[in-house]
């Protein structure tokens, strides 16, 4: 699979503000890409240099190899889905799906049948008449879709589409965007601030922050093997420790006030070499274990607080003078729940901590 | 009162109020009254037409290239409003007269041999004067139009194929319609009655049914005749802003 989309180097100002602030990536045509990032942190901006509507102010977006310097937002191989869906309000279901295929020099009773199809497709069958207004939210982000789609673009740009719909649809939605993707082949370039979103449905995922690209990974390196803890903590949660190197030869020795003193391959220690250290560690790497077990690796704390989320809960833990370990436990058959002030026993999956020196 | 007194009769100064249509058949029969019917609503039409035409761009570069100087454009444009709407009108006898501004400006260049009368005291003359009089009140009912169109619309229109002059004429224009019929609207009701600027820059060609109106009620001493004369424009005019509004309904059923 050759690459889709390049961006070189590409930076984008708006009067003192680097919206974009030296970018470079490389989406695979096929895949399922994902701009993740805060509000503010320049995806959405990203996302309009690649459909042309902002122009860099230095660097370039390659789309299949050809340079799209100079080259208007209609004439690119692209096409948007917009946040707020941009369904054109003078216009029934039928026009607005068929609005970009009017450009083109097919006959319109081919044209009709690909509407047909596309409305099909989204799961709009039966809709052609319908007055644009008279769409609820989802209906109208599948109209934006199949307009989108009907024109067989290389590339379909995703501007947060999702953020406007209720949890259960955004859920459903999410699915089908999914399976959607993989039925059409065309490579989808979704810009979300959802981190669950973007996990769930991408092949790949830039995170970004502040106009830069923080990491681009898979969902799972991503989630387990975070380069720096500004994205540990955008992507899920994390508890960090202070640590400190005390040896060092193939492994890191660290000792901290928890754990004790523990060993950590070199391939999950991220940042410069320094004798500071952090260590990072998900709520749902630690078990509580029962308080009479012996084993090695025990810390042993007291409740602080406690988050209920249904299927799981989440337990603050004060262990030793200073550190809190912040712990998710699945509500599953014969668990037991912990109220505040209860001390308890944990072991975490010494496995699965990762260190940022800082 | 204007409609009892369109029913009756005046001779000299005693009023005859026995019922009668003899006024409205007239006023539709009479050839006189006929053309200035029909020169009036020719005008009004005409100056409609012209005024939303020239409005139509000044509201479309305020509203996209405005930037955040919108508030500063629209107050400059309504300094023609700061003289009297009389002076203006005056001042266009100045500019198209037989010795006037134009005139002078065009022997200077040697474009013309002699002046242009063409331009004053007929019809065209007061289309000239009442286009420039209401251009301000087109501007902003289409300038709102225009600010309403989500700005994300264009860009869809873009990303799907159009160029700037289909995205225009797909999606800037029907979604403005509303402020083009609201705007002909302000400007169709008020100039068929408009009774100064014929007076001023008319002559005897650009007089208009609110001269002849004026007329009879003061020296014809006729105020029947006059008010069967108002009465009927003001059933012409009301006819044709319902077409007008029926029109914007057929474009705002859509919203």
């Not at chain 1, 100079?70 to 279901?93: C, D, K, S, W």
């Not at chain 1, 106009?211 to 949660?237: C, H, M, N, W």
């Not at chain 2, 020719?42 to 508030?71: C, D, E, H, Q, W």
């Not at chain 2, 169109?149 to 995205?167: M, N, Y």
Request: include cysteine; glycine fraction near 6%; proline fraction near 4%.
């Amino acid at each position: 699979m050759g690459k889709l989309v390049q961006v070189k180097n590409a930076f984008k100002s708006f009067g003192d503000v680097n919206a974009v602030n030296g970018v470079s990536l490389d989406i695979e045509e096929g895949q399922f890409y994902s701009l993740l990032g805060p509000s503010g942190c320049g995806k959405t901006t990203l996302l309009r240099l690649i459909a042309g509507f902002e122009k860099p102010t230095s660097g370039q977006v390659f789309i299949d190899n050809t340079s799209m310097e100079g080259i208007e937002p209609n004439l690119r191989p692209t096409n948007m889905v917009f946040q707020n869906y941009a369904i054109f309000p003078h216009l029934n279901v039928e026009e607005n799906v068929a609005y970009g295929l009017r450009n083109k020099r097919e006959n319109r009773t081919k044209q009709n049948k690909l509407v047909d199809e596309a409305l099909e497709l989204v799961g709009l069958s039966g809709l052609n008449k319908r007055s644009a207004n008279a769409l609820s939210g989802g209906q109208k982000q599948r109209v934006a879709l199949a307009r989108a789609l009907i024109l067989k673009p290389k590339v379909l740009l995703l501007d947060e589409p999702l953020s406007a719909l209720d949890k259960k649809l955004r859920e459903q939605m999410q699915s089908e965007l999914r399976h959607l993707q993989r039925a059409v082949g065309i490579t989808f370039i979704l810009v979300t601030h959802d981190q669950y979103e973007a996990l769930t449905m991408s092949d790949r995922v830039a995170v970004m922050f502040d106009g830069k690209v923080a990491q681009e990974a898979s969902p799972r390196d991503l989630y387990e093997l975070p380069t720096s803890q500004k994205v540990a903590s955008f992507i899920g949660e994390m508890t960090f420790i202070e640590g400190e190197i005390i040896g060092e030869n193939q492994k890191l020795k660290i000792q901290s006030e928890i754990f004790g003193q523990i060993t950590i391959d070199k391939s999950r220690v991220f940042g410069q070499s320094s004798k500071r250290i952090v260590l990072g560690i998900r709520p749902e790497k630690i078990a509580i274990v029962p308080r009479t077990s012996r084993s090695k690796n025990l810390v042993s704390g007291k409740i602080i607080d406690v988050s209920y989320f249904g299927e799981t809960t989440n337990y603050k833990v004060a262990c030793g003078a200073t550190e809190t370990l912040t712990i998710s436990s699945q509500n599953s058959v014969g668990q037991l729940s912990y109220s505040v002030g209860e001390e308890i026993q944990l072991k975490a999956d010494l496995d699965n901590i990762i260190a940022f020196s800082t | 009162m204007m409609f009892l007194l369109s029913f009756w009769t005046q001779d000299y100064l005693v009023l005859d109020k026995t019922f009668t249509l003899n006024n409205y058949i007239e006023a539709f029969t009479q050839p006189v009254y006929q053309l200035l019917f029909s020169r009036s609503l020719y005008i009004s039409l005409t100056v409609t037409f012209f005024t939303v035409l020239l409005a139509y761009p000044m509201a479309y570069f305020i509203s996209f290239y405005g930037g955040n100087r919108k508030a500063l454009w629209l107050f400059l444009i309504t300094i023609p409003f700061w003289t009297s709407y009389l002076l203006r009108m005056f001042l266009w006898k100045v500019i198209l007269g037989y010795n006037g501004v134009l005139n002078s400006f065009l022997l200077w260049l040697e474009m013309i041999s002699e002046p242009l009368t063409f331009i004053l005291y007929n019809s065209n003359a007061v289309i000239i004067a009442l286009t420039h009089g209401w251009a301000p009140f087109a501007i902003l009912p289409i300038f709102v139009s225009l600010e309403k169109i989500d700005r994300s619309l264009l860009e869809a229109s873009r990303d799907l194929g159009d160029g700037p002059i289909k995205q225009f004429f797909r999606v800037i224009l029907p979604l403005s319609m509303p402020g083009v019929v609201g705007a002909a609207l302000i400007i169709f009701i008020p100039t068929v009655g408009d009774y100064i600027t014929p007076k001023l820059v008319g002559g005897t060609d650009g007089l208009m049914i609110a001269n002849m109106i004026q007329v009879q009620f003061s020296k014809a001493n006729n105020a029947p005749l006059a008010a069967a004369l108002s009465v009927s424009s003001l059933v012409i005019v009301a006819f044709i802003s319902i077409v007008f509004v029926l029109i914007n309904k057929k474009y705002l059923r859509r919203y």
